[in-house]
């Protein structure tokens, strides 16, 4: 099946149990019930990030029930959900707990504002109390095997085996495919690559505590911490003012873009892959302006491993995380 039949309308074979798809980023949490009537039901919210820690689980719990009422699916029905997050993982007792360094506020302690001292929030403990069937996987994961599947990371219908996903959003995370198998590591935690160290700018302090990763430097929630007092208050302020001509904006974003560059290089000269395609939401309302650049970048470092790869947008599309949850239960 291509992209635009599945962003057009994925359906399950007549007489299939819904599933439960879930999207949870740093920024909000989406919830869609998927049955042999398509993708419905769609509801999202800020990510919860106060209370005690279990109030991600509780609240994606209290979402799948809302996504069904609007779906007019009985909550009971639900046969299997698939919950594609951002990471870290850590394994508890075998059971999947984030130390997502924008949700949880233990992470990097007081300075980097979240409302909470959690160095994990709960999620398939309360999920696996409620349903019988639950997959997590990192939202790379996710999104790599629905862009192998359905999006840009396939030739002809079959997928690619040398290739991986990156998505530069409110973080940045990455999934990884190496001939043919896709990595996953001791925790689930392959492709945190947003978290390889590239400076000592001490400006810049990552939510897992780090000062100077790529995920400090260039991820959404980066941007306006790093560049506010310069009268760019998020990504899209600084996006709006290099458009209209602004030398200083203009400067800043080719340096994300190398940062950016440099991490891209990093996995091709790591991994030897085919393609990356990219997504997430710095990345794709810009696409345009950023894809060339981040080629620039890449290109004539190392001509052997390079050339054979290319860069590309997600096939996917703003879709990529529904359809990263849904390639997880189907």
């Given amino acids: 099946m291509n992209s635009n039949a599945v962003t057009n309308g994925f359906k399950l074979p007549n007489g299939a149990a819904p599933v439960a798809c879930v999207d949870i980023g740093g920024t909000k949490v989406a919830v869609n019930i998927v049955d042999d009537q398509g993708v419905r039901g769609k509801v999202s919210e800020p990510t919860a990030t106060t209370g005690a820690s279990d109030a991600l689980g509780r609240q994606i719990i209290r979402l799948i029930g809302q996504s069904c009422d609007a779906a007019d699916v009985p909550v009971q029905r639900i046969a299997r959900v698939g919950v594609a997050s951002c990471g870290p993982f850590v394994l508890n007792k075998g059971m999947v707990e984030l130390a997502a360094p924008n949700i949880c506020g233990g992470q990097a302690g007081p300075a980097r504002g979240l409302p909470n001292d959690w160095k994990t929030a709960l999620l398939e403990a309360p999920l696996r109390a409620a349903f ?44 990884l495919c190496v001939d043919g198998h896709v990595l996953r590591g001791k925790n689930g935690n392959a492709g945190h690559a947003g978290h390889l160290f590239v400076s000592t700018n001490h400006d810049a302090l990552c939510g897992c505590g780090n000062v100077g990763d790529v995920e400090s430097l260039v991820a959404g929630n980066a941007i306006a911490r790093r560049f506010a007092s310069a009268g760019y208050l998020d990504s899209a302020s600084l996006f709006a003012a290099a458009y209209g001509g602004d030398a200083r904006a203009i400067a800043i974003i080719d340096d994300l873009c190398d940062v950016m560059g440099r991490m891209l290089f990093s996995l091709i000269a790591t991994l030897d892959v085919q393609r990356i395609s990219i997504g997430g939401s710095v990345y794709w309302h810009h696409r345009d302006y950023l894809l060339p650049r981040l080629r620039a970048v890449v290109k004539g470092k190392l001509p052997p491993l390079t050339d054979g790869c290319e860069l590309v947008s997600a096939g996917l599309g703003e879709r990529v995380g529904d359809f990263g949850a849904l390639a997880l239960v189907v």
Avoid: F, H, K
């Fill in 132 to 175: 019988a069937q639950v997959r997590v996987e990192n939202d790379g994961i996710g999104a790599l095997e629905a862009e192998r599947r359905w999006g840009a990371l396939q030739i002809d219908g079959v997928p690619m085996a040398n290739c991986a996903y990156v998505t530069w959003s409110t973080g940045i995370g990455t999934g």
